[in-house]
């Protein structure tokens, strides 16, 4: 069974790092790109991030270059996401998908696939 599982949300305070693990089972991750993702609760999905398979030129979105780091350890077919200066705007539930490559985009037409079910991430002083 393809699928992916996300861990290590939680709360922390603004200013606060995490780092959150995309583990994947019943497929070999390396051949994919991995893009993180986050939603609020009646909002529509955004991109946060895409690593490709071979784990150079990672794509950022704005609003976290800078902040947010993304690695993948194929050995373990794991991917990561390491989110520091944390903000409350932050607060979402973050999921971890598939596509064949990373486009820059992260819309239906991007071809993500195999969504994780998140791991909530919140932001509160």
């Known amino acids: 069974q393809v699928q992916l599982v996300e861990s290590g949300g939680g709360l922390v305070q603004p200013g606060g790092s995490l780092r959150l693990s995309c583990a994947a089972s019943?497929?070999?991750?390396?051949?994919?790109?991995i893009g993180w993702f986050r939603q609020a609760p009646g909002k529509e999905r955004e991109g946060v991030s895409c690593i490709g398979s071979s784990d150079t030129s990672p794509h950022y979105v704005d609003y976290v270059k800078g902040r947010f780091t993304v690695s993948r350890d194929n050995a373990k077919n794991s991917a990561f996401i390491q989110m520091n200066s944390l903000k409350p705007e932050d607060t979402y539930v973050y999921s971890c998908a598939t596509a064949l490559y990373c486009s820059g985009r992260y819309d239906k037409k991007a071809g993500f696939n195999n969504w994780g079910s998140g791991t909530q991430v919140t932001i509160s002083s």
């Open positions: 019943g497929f070999n991750m390396d051949h994919y790109a």
